[in-house]
């Protein structure tokens, strides 16, 4: 469960606690299940225009945020990498 009014995450039964740039980023994802952003997309919704620095921070929170979530092998549920393109929520059947 994500609450974003209340920058609260509630996972595999845990609370877990985010910064604001980690949950927007955990939000935009799981908003928007199986579509692929770009690190210059997200860096453009989560950072803003006017953010200048190295792309590479989207990975650096997207690894934060995994290892936040703890996220099981066998979830429904995973954060995965587009090798090449960027990051998607994935829902697994």
Known sequence: ???LSEYKVVAFGKNVTFTAKEMELLWCLASNPGLVFSRNQLLETIWGYTYYGDTRTV???IKRVRH??????????????VWGVGYKFEVRK
Request: aromatic share 4%; net charge negative.
């Open 1 to 3: 469960m994500i609450d």
């Open 59 to 61: 990975d650096t929170h």
């Open 68 to 81: 936040k979530l703890d996220i099981p092998k066998d979830s429904p549920w995973d954060i995965t990498t």
